[in-house]
């Protein structure tokens, strides 16, 4: 079945979605998070994943729970932003990959770079490195909501990807943001078209009601 929703947002920038948001009130830009190729791009639905210091008693796992997820689905990692051991590599992005998701996002590190590169597998992350979290962190929990870069993650949210970095669409206001964005991007369009065509851009932006599409709805 499709999902007209991720469909529309997919058809929007980072930036318009991010100022439908503002519009809203909605803070769902993920401060710090970043791609690892600026020619990335990620659209779908979140499986969030809580990790925590690994329990010495009782140890879990850093990723078995990839083999369940169905493709188009954006693996979202809360690992509370540490840089110092990673919970994504390249056995991770290889299955990922092969599995047809939508890509991963990471508060936190990922390593084995290259290969996400070579395969055109989306992965936003905080940061890169190269030290295992094996034996360092585990699994809390998924499926639970999440914070990353700042803004909360819930299970089945949709998150957009491109080159500024990702966005949190709540799915309930999914279609409030889209409607937004939509207004925003004709705008946008029309005063590009215009200052193409000779008006000065003081003009195009009053013509269009830019300045009102950056005002907060009450």
Same mark, same amino acid.
């Given at each position: 079945m499709t999902d007209q929703a991720v469909?529309?947002?997919?058809k929007h920038d980072c930036a318009t979605l991010s100022d439908a948001m503002d519009r809203l009130g909605?803070?769902?830009?993920?401060?710090?998070?970043?791609?690892?190729?600026?020619?990335?791009?990620?659209?779908g639905r979140a499986f969030t994943v809580r990790y925590v210091p690994v329990d010495v008693l009782a140890p879990g796992n850093v990723g078995d729970?990839?083999?369940?997820?169905p493709a188009g689905t954006v693996v979202v990692l809360d690992n509370r932003g540490r840089e110092d051991c990673t919970?994504?590599?390249?056995?991770?992005?290889?299955?990922?990959?092969?599995?047809?998701?939508? %890509?991963?996002?990471?508060?936190?590190?990922?390593?084995?770079?290259?290969?996400?590169?070579?395969?055109?597998?989306?992965?936003y992350s905080r940061s890169y490195s190269m030290k295992t979290g094996k034996d360092r962190v585990q699994v809390?929990?998924?499926?639970?909501?999440v914070e990353?870069? %700042?803004?909360?993650?819930?299970?089945?949210?949709?998150?957009? %990807?491109?080159?500024? %970095?990702?966005?949190?669409?709540?799915?309930?206001? /999914?279609?409030?943001v889209l409607d937004l964005a939509d207004e925003i991007a004709i705008a946008e369009n029309a005063i590009?078209? /215009?200052?193409?065509?000779?008006?000065?851009?003081?003009?195009?932006?009053?013509?269009?009601?830019y300045h009102s599409l950056q005002t907060r709805q009450s």
């Open positions: 469909e529309r947002a997919g909605i803070e769902g830009v993920c401060r710090g998070i970043k791609p690892r190729d600026h020619k990335f791009r990620l659209v729970f990839i083999d369940d997820l919970v994504w590599g390249d056995i991770m992005t290889q299955l990922a990959n092969h599995k047809g998701l939508a %890509g991963t996002v990471i508060d936190g590190a990922c390593r084995d770079v290259d290969l996400c590169l070579r395969l055109g597998y989306p992965i809390d929990a998924t499926g639970i909501t990353i870069g %700042g803004a909360l993650v819930r299970q089945g949210d949709i998150l957009v %990807g491109d080159a500024d %970095g990702v966005v949190i669409i709540p799915s309930e206001r /999914a279609e409030q590009r078209k /215009a200052i193409t065509e000779g008006m000065s851009l003081r003009d195009a932006r009053v013509k269009y009601r």
